[in-house]
């Protein structure tokens, strides 16, 4: 039987490590990003064209925010997965560990 095991404990321990941090850190700049955040406005990707050619600014740029949030959620749904995969990693790695071959 082929082993799912391909990478070591070490590894697998910063893999969660590196996953907790990403899903705290993109859930909360998801959150500020949704809530309209104006600290973050230099991280909203418009150009001044955006606003001349727009009859009402603000509604492109909330818009424009809305987007950026739910790329966040997304990345930090991604380091969920990865988190998943490292734990799976370290189960497998303890596993390896008590078997007598």
Avoid: H
Wanted: glycine fraction near 8%.
């Amino acid at each position: 039987m082929p082993s799912l095991l391909f990478c070591g404990p070490k590894l697998a321990a910063c893999g969660i490590v590196l996953s907790i941090w990403g899903v705290i850190m993109l859930g909360m700049l998801g959150i500020f990003f949704c809530s309209k955040s104006a600290v973050l406005i230099e991280d909203v990707p418009f150009t001044e064209e955006d606003i001349r050619n727009d009859k009402s600014p603000p509604q492109n740029i909330y818009s424009l925010y809305n987007q950026v949030g739910i790329n966040c959620f997304i990345a930090a749904a991604i380091y969920v997965g990865i988190g998943a995969i490292s734990l799976c990693q370290v189960r497998l790695n303890k596993r390896q560990d008590y078997m007598v071959t």
